[in-house]
Structure formats: C-alpha cells, structure tokens
C-alpha cells in the first residue's frame, strides 16, 4: 500500500537531548574508534575542545527518536519490515561534544514513488539548546520496498 | 582545531588512506545497543534470512561509522569534516573485512576545502561490492 503523500512537510515532536559520557564511551567501542579525543576528556581539552568529542556519527543514537517517529506514525502507513536504509547525509558546524544539550525537529521533507518502492526523506536540524546556535543537518533517506506500486 | 592536511598539499586525484576492518558480530551487537537500534535483522540470523537477506547483516550506520573515522584519521581532527552524503548500497555480513577510502574530486582555493568521493568496498566471492558509493564528503583543509 502507497504512503500517505498527504504527510509532506509534517514536523513531528522536538526532541531534547544531552550528550552523555557513558553513552558516547559505549558508541566509540561499538565503532572502534581509537582515537584519545573520543575517549579521553583530557585528550580532548589538549586538541582544543571543551570536552569529550563525540564521533562524526554519533548523532545517529538520537535518530532512533526523530526518524523513530516518523516511522511510527499510524496515519503515513509504513511497514518497518519493508524498511532499508538508503541514504544518509550530515552537514556539520562543529562536532558535538560531552555536556552538548541539543535539540532537534524532525520533518518528512520528502516521499517520492521510483520503481516498485517508495523514498522517504527525513531532516532534522539539530541546535544548541542554550544558545539556539545549529550545530548540524541530518538528511536521512528511508526505502520502503515494494509500496510504490509500479 | 584544524585540520593536519594542508589545502597546499592535496591535489584532485589525491587518494586516502584506505582502513580496513574486521566486521565481527559481538561489535555489531555493540553497536545495536550503543545505538539503539536494534533491528532484528541485524542480530538474528533466521530473521534476516526470512526476510530474504543472505544472514546477519551490519547496520548501514556502522558502515559509515568506519567511512568517517578513515576521514577523520587522515584529517587529525573532526572539525575538519565539514559534510558528509552516503548512500548505502550493498550489505555487509559478519566476518567480512571492509575497506574504506576517498579521492579528491574537487578543491576550492579560497575556502581551502575539498570534496571527496568516498567509498565502503569489500571483496566476496572474487566480486567488488561497495556497501557505499556515489557518495561525497566536505572537508575542510589547513
């Protein structure tokens, strides 16, 4: 069954969310990621931080709750089983560190029919929540297989 | 915070340095739970196969992870990363060793950054796949 079109443009709910030390130590063993700024607090500081650096995609643990609620939305008519991811795009201000208190809104900017499957397009601009300051884009490209109906 | 590589020292057709990685499965897991997302098809082998893949298969995420960290370590700084635009177009099982890398594609002098067309590749079966292509990333250079 086709998505629901009629959903473009929607904003789904603000997520707020603070970079957390032992989330991102968890992260940077799961990736392998040997690099001391990702571990170490005084790494950082020397390599000019003000805390520990959280790695480039790191942001990916808060995706789970803005995508997730696109995903999940009764009235867009998506099959999670049918769901691969297609494309992902970041585009950086600085990266994110430990303490960082960010907050993002989630927007199905785009759904698109090619084929048999259907595209969705997920953004989110992410900011500081202290100062309003972005601190990076996400674009997220989700394909629902087999819905387009061509 | 800047970047290590000097814009003055990179050339278009310049390539990275390619890492390579071991996906085993327990760092897959890991990743699951570091993430969050814990789709079944990338912890349980007769899920994914019911619904049609060939077994276990690793996160696109954990994919790029590797691809950002290769840029990361040859720009000695994050901040250096100014974008980066994927798409995921192969899998990747377990115990399957991926490489990543990039090429210079263009240079801007006056903002002295650089775009880079970047992979994800793996050899099965004597076949190239590329879990990642046609993708770019930004940088921004000493």
Redesign the interface.
Known sequence: MALNTALIGKTYGEIDYVVDRD?VN??V?????Q?P?YRDPEAAKA???AEQ?A???FI??IQ?QTSGQVVLDQELGLD??RV?????????E??LVVGDHLRATPRLADIVAKKSNEFLTITSEVHDAATGELLLTT?STLISRGTGGA | MAAKVSFDDVKIGDEIPVMSKLVKREEVKAYADASGDQNPIHQDENFAKMVGLPGIIAHGMFTMAHLTSTLTSWLGDPAALKGVDVQFRAVVEMDETIEAGGTVAELDPDARTAKLDVWVRLERGGVTQYPIKNSTAEVQLG
């Open positions: 989330a968890r992260f063993d799961a990736i392998g990621e690099d700024i390599a000019g931080y650096v790695p480039p995609t990916t643990v789970i999670y089983s691969v991811h297609g494309e992902q795009a970041y585009h950086y600085r990266p674009r």
